[in-house]
């Protein structure tokens, strides 16, 4: 059926490791979008991407990386220079006329 | 500076009462105004949509109003359920399709 896929579900990362986060998509949109969530605050945005091979940084996409090469695909890259990793992190799409949002079901990372 | 702001922080009502939550905005121009239903360690699901000369949608037992006078949107929730226990976020898009997402009202009910 169709939606936004994310993996894992949960992620531990040692300080200084890069990790990588998945989001799929089957729902054709060209627009994805990567939040992160931390307790007490509205939802931040990292990247987004309108259209494969293009991307724009978000409110705080320091310590991150993206890559479109795929319509379906946006993966994330938490690397060592993001200094406060441990959030929840939420991959959305939408379509042409943006009017909508579809989130996946999230991935816990915390840093041990 | 484009801020949405919800109110009450948490709140906590009995199975089967009804119950209001609040936003306010300071955005600018503004395109629409969103209410999400997030439960724990979940995704957001989308409950309304309400542009600009919208003051009332409805989605089952969801009602949501805008005023775009005074910026002020709510969420009405009636007969709630255990299920409603969630977080409601409100998330006010601008013309240039910014999202600014309230930090969210923790909803719990109680049997």
């Known amino acids: 059926d169709g939606g936004i896929t994310q993996s894992p579900k949960y992620l531990f990362r040692k300080e200084g490791q890069n990790v990588t986060l998945s989001c799929e998509q089957n729902?054709?949109?060209?627009?994805m979008y990567w939040y992160r969530q931390d307790p007490g605050q509205g939802l931040r945005l990292i990247y987004y991407?309108?259209?494969?091979?293009?991307?724009q940084k978000g409110d705080i996409a320091e310590g991150y990386s993206v890559s479109r090469e795929k319509k379906e695909s946006f993966p994330l890259t938490v690397t060592s220079a993001q200094k406060n990793p441990t959030a929840f992190y939420l991959c959305?799409?939408?379509?042409?006329?943006?009017?909508?949002?579809?989130f996946g079901q999230g991935t816990r990372l915390t840093v041990v | 500076k484009n801020q949405v702001e919800q109110s009450p922080q948490s709140l906590i009502i009995l199975e089967g009462k009804n119950c209001t939550l609040q936003?306010?905005?300071?955005?600018?121009?503004?395109?629409?105004l969103r209410w999400y239903k997030q439960d724990t360690g979940r995704g957001p699901v989308s409950l309304t949509i309400?542009?600009?000369s919208e003051n009332t949608k409805s989605n089952g037992r969801y009602t949501a109003t805008l005023d775009a006078d005074t910026k002020q949107s709510s969420l009405h929730i009636t007969a709630s359920q255990l299920s409603d226990s969630a977080s409601y976020i409100c998330?006010?898009?601008?013309?240039?399709?910014?999202?600014?997402w309230g930090a969210g009202t923790k909803l719990i009910i109680k049997p």
């Open positions: 729902l054709n949109h060209d627009a």
């Open positions: 309400m542009t600009f």
């Open positions: 991407s309108q259209i494969v091979n293009d991307f």
């Open positions: 959305a799409s939408s379509n042409r006329d943006r009017l909508e949002a579809f």
């Open positions: 998330v006010v898009v601008d013309s240039n399709y910014q999202l600014i």
């Open positions: 936003c306010n905005y300071t955005v600018s121009p503004f395109s629409n």
